[in-house]
């Protein structure tokens, strides 16, 4: 997959967490409504949405990395966090 602009990486690196449903609530809302205005960031959540699908077969559990706290912080460069 190729990534011409490296100024939507912060909401593609997001993009399989929110396919997931696994955002708090205003990150998915920052998700939501950049999707709703990007059309490479729509393409890719449905190509996650499919992947979801299948992942449907796996349990909660078997998703959870170790350290996830950890990702979960380094989730939003600090310029682009939906809590200003
Ligand atoms: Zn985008």
């Known amino acids: 997959m ?14 399989g967490v929110f396919a997931l449903n696994a955002l708090p ?18 393409t890719e959540y449905d190509g996650f949405r499919d992947v979801v699908a299948g992942l449907a077969l796996l349990s909660e559990k078997d998703l959870s990395p170790p350290g996830g706290e950890e990702r979960r912080s380094a989730r939003w460069p600090a310029a682009t966090r939906p809590d200003s």
């Open 25 to 42: 609530d205003d990150e998915r809302r920052v998700m939501e409504a950049h999707i709703a205005r990007c059309q490479q960031c729509r």
């Open 2 to 15: 190729s990534h011409p602009d490296s100024s939507d990486d912060p909401f593609r690196l997001a993009l």
